[in-house]
């Protein structure tokens, strides 16, 4: 079903991710004063692009861990890995279909001889672990909110799962090479596996906690993991361009409708996280680019 939604909405997908964020955009100032904007604290847009270089190196730590598990003329590097990352995440702002995921998986096979269809399974692998993270993360969180759980209470109950979710890889290895790699490769380390995913969504809710305290509105934790695990879940559908737009406005009617923020101010927090993302992604993501085609061209 989302292929067939992915195919139908693939002509319009950048028409539609730049409305939705010029419309989130218009929706979030109209109702925010400049003087609001002047008083945002500069430490604030740093500490988030900070969280977004973190957020970086560990989806990168991610799938260098899970490339080792498949055969390579050669060990792929993390740095390179990190390169690729940062590039395919610049890539992923053009209107296609997953531009980043291509070029990353053309630059393997020349330089590592990782085969294409490993590369679709290494992305197949981590797009089921984040379902496998996010979907019972934001259904604790929505339950705490609905049956109004004490906050502690929200928190044990999230330690428990994030524990059960990180050590069920370990005591289901045999099943996991069977049904995903089917080979004798070993996997590696696959209780990084979910690990690496969980510190990296509590990463990206910490970025959109400290966009609302930029504001000057703060938000609890929980609200902030909340809709961050759902606007990661839109992000995976790839119906726009990085979740351009989508992302903005899941987070406004989530926040909305589970705090007192209005959803203008919710849309503008998400802005700044998506702002402060672009403003690492577009330099740093353009000189690892440049990098990547002179270390080919070069040999």
Not at 209 to 221: D, K, M, R, V
Not at 225 to 247: D, F, Y
Request: aromatic fraction near 10%.
């Amino acid at each position: 079903m989302q292929q067939q939604l992915a195919k139908y909405l693939k002509p319009f997908a950048p028409f539609l991710g730049l409305a939705l964020l010029l419309l989130a955009i218009y929706y979030a100032f109209q109702n925010l004063s400049f003087v609001t904007l002047q008083s945002i604290h500069p430490l604030y847009l740093f500490a988030i692009i900070a969280l977004v270089f973190l957020n970086l190196l560990l989806t990168s730590s991610l799938f260098h861990i899970i490339t080792k598990s498949f055969p390579t003329t050669s060990p792929v590097r993390f740095r390179l890995m990190f390169k690729l990352i940062t590039a395919s995440s610049l890539l992923n702002y053009i209107p296609l279909l997953r531009p980043g995921l291509w070029g990353r998986a053309a630059y393997l096979k020349s330089s590592h001889n990782l085969a294409l269809k490993d590369s679709l399974l290494i992305l197949a692998i981590i797009l089921g672990l984040s379902l496998y993270i996010f979907i019972p993360a934001a259904s604790i969180l929505l339950l705490g909110v609905i049956y109004q759980f004490p906050s502690f209470a929200i928190n044990l109950i999230l330690l428990f799962a994030f524990i059960l979710l990180t050590l069920i890889p370990r005591f289901t290895k045999p099943l996991i090479q069977k049904l995903l790699l089917n080979r004798t490769h070993a996997i590696v380390t696959p209780t990084l596996w979910p690990l690496l995913k969980i510190i990296d969504m509590l990463i990206a809710a910490l970025r959109l906690y400290l966009a609302f305290l930029a504001l000057g509105s703060p938000i609890s934790y929980h609200s902030a993991l909340l809709a961050t695990a759902a606007s990661l879940l839109i992000k995976l559908l790839g119906l726009t361009p990085n979740g351009l737009g989508l992302s903005e406005w899941t987070v406004a009617g989530l926040i909305a409708l589970t705090t007192p923020i209005t959803a203008p101010l919710a849309a503008a927090a998400a802005l700044i996280d998506r702002a402060a993302d672009i403003l690492l992604t577009l330099p740093l993501g353009l000189i690892t680019a440049y990098q990547l085609k002179h270390k080919s061209t070069s040999k």
